[in-house]
Nanobody, 123 residues
């Protein structure tokens, strides 16, 4: 079955950096669009970043543009989110997701989800 497993979360001070990873199995990772979403306490889950099947096209939420970078390694079946200049408002559970109906970096239509990883940014 499809499994998406996030790792690399933790506690970091404001202005710091962190990289989270998403290891995929049970699907042909290299042909599908992937994305990161996040959910802060008391808030709805929101889109963060998406990447096309080849990695050549990406999309970012306005709140993270210029600070976060999404990438993927189709040999290792892994997606990454490099987060720089972190702010306390970035504190959330970060989820990776796969869209097995798309190759382009869409903001919707994701049908497989990981269990999430906590990222906490202290002020």
């Amino acid at each position: 079955q499809v499994q998406l497993v996030e790792s690399g979360g933790g506690l970091v001070e404001a202005g710091g950096s962190l990289r989270v990873s998403c290891a995929a199995s049970g699907l042909t990772f290299k042909i599908y669009a992937m994305a990161w979403f996040r959910q802060a306490p008391g808030k709805e889950r929101e889109f963060v970043a998406a990447i096309s099947w080849s990695g050549s096209s990406t999309d970012y939420a306005e709140a993270v543009k210029g600070r976060f970078t999404v990438s993927r390694d189709n040999v290792k079946n892994t997606m990454y989110l490099q987060m720089n200049n972190l702010k306390p408002e970035d504190t959330a559970v970060y989820y990776c997701a796969a869209n097995t109906a798309a190759r382009l970096p869409l903001r919707f239509g994701y049908n497989y989800w990981g269990q999430g990883v906590q990222v906490t940014v202290s002020s």
